[in-house]
């Protein structure tokens, strides 16, 4: 069986198209989970216990179940439930962002944990209030020790938002799906849908280590 190169050349901008939906959808999905998963995080670890037992059942239902059953409890059953139909992108965007933000809550739970029980102290000691020294001390520290756990969970969550293509949104995955369809071409196509993904995730991963050295050189000054 030979590679037709001239069938993946052709196809390449319809995958690209593809990938530029995968960016987007993965994008959307982590900056809505670290907004979520921030504020969970902090209910994890939180005085109240109601607080903490929801946020501990949030994240175990949440970690606990694959993404797949989510996405499929959220575009066919909610509507079951709401009797409205669910967009594919409301339904892609909903289902990743309450993913991600179960995980991120994790990420931001170990990060302010990691930060010296004195910094909260100090702040008390100041007269600031267990919210505001949350606010103004322990979270932007933690934040920059969990800058490489949070790329980890993009690369993830770039290369589970295939999934979403089970719902007819047509992402990278979805497109390529599509050109085999109508080229019978899968060598050809798939190969080229791997190679995207590899190319974005290590983009991706060369970002997130700049990051994490222009985080330390600022810890540094």
């Not at 959307?28 to 109601?50: C, D, K, N, P």
């Not at 990691?114 to 702040?123: F, Y």
């Not at 190679?195 to 985080?215: D, G, N, P, W």
Request: hydrophobic share 50%; with cysteine.
């Amino acid at each position: 069986m030979s590679f037709n190169v001239d069938l993946a050349v052709s196809a390449i901008p319809l995958l690209l198209m593809g990938a530029l939906v995968t960016v987007k959808i993965t994008a959307l999905s982590v900056g809505l989970g670290i907004v979520i998963g921030l504020f969970v995080g902090i209910a994890r670890i939180a005085h109240s216990r109601v607080l903490r037992l929801l946020a501990a059942i949030y994240v175990d239902f949440l970690r606990g179940t694959p993404l797949l059953v989510q996405i499929f409890l959220i575009y066919f059953a909610l509507p079951i439930v709401t009797g409205r139909h669910m967009d594919p992108f409301v339904a892609a965007i909903a289902s990743c962002s309450i993913n991600s933000g179960a995980y991120v809550a994790e990420i931001f739970r170990a990060g302010i944990q990691s930060i010296d029980a004195g910094q909260m102290e100090a702040g008390r000691s100041l007269g600031m209030t267990w919210g505001q020294t949350m606010r103004y001390i322990i979270v932007p520290q933690a934040f920059k020790r969990v800058i490489p756990p949070l790329g980890n969970e993009f690369i993830a969550l770039l290369k589970d938002s295939s999934l979403v293509s089970v719902i007819g949104f047509e992402e990278l995955t979805r497109r390529g799906q599509l050109v085999i369809a109508r080229t019978y071409g899968s060598l050809e196509i798939w190969t080229c849908v791997a190679i995207i993904y590899l190319l974005m995730t290590v983009t991706i991963s060369r970002f997130v280590a700049y990051l994490e050295r222009r985080c330390q050189i600022d810890d540094h000054h």
